[in-house]
């Protein structure tokens, strides 16, 4: 059993920047954020393999959110820029049990209790 706790969340202004942490209490292979906004379906915000070679990205975020991890630490980051109000939603980290990028919550074992990000505009 892996435990993840997420970090970094908070209440910032459209244009601003916030990174995500998220902790795992065991090793962990592919590694995923994903989001809630209110009244919305959770959604794949972006994935990455074990190895770090290989990442997703929503279309909604490409160019703005980078993911990264340090297995060392069996930690994973979600650096958020540019903020916008749209982003706004409970972040949710999430674990596969093997090393492939998966895009469906069903691929994903392991969560986190979420944080919440919220953008004023």
């Known amino acids: 059993q892996v435990q993840l706790v997420e970090s970094g969340g908070g209440l910032v202004q459209a244009g601003d920047s916030l990174r995500l942490s998220c902790a795992a209490s065991g090793r962990t292979y592919a590694m995923g954020w994903f989001r809630q906004a209110a009244g919305k379906d959770r959604e794949l915000v972006t994935a990455?393999?074990?190895?770090?070679?290989?990442?997703y990205y929503a279309d909604s975020v490409k160019g703005r959110f980078t993911i990264s991890r340090d297995n060392a630490k069996n930690t994973v980051y979600l650096q958020m820029n540019s903020l916008k109000s749209e982003d706004t939603a409970v972040y949710y980290c999430?674990?596969?049990?093997?090393?492939?990028?998966?895009?469906?919550?069903?691929?994903?074992?392991?969560w986190g209790q979420g944080t919440q990000v919220t953008v004023s505009s």
């Open positions: 990455i393999t074990w190895s770090g070679g290989a990442r």
């Open positions: 999430a674990a596969r049990i093997i090393a492939t990028i998966g895009l469906s919550i069903n691929d994903y074992k392991y």
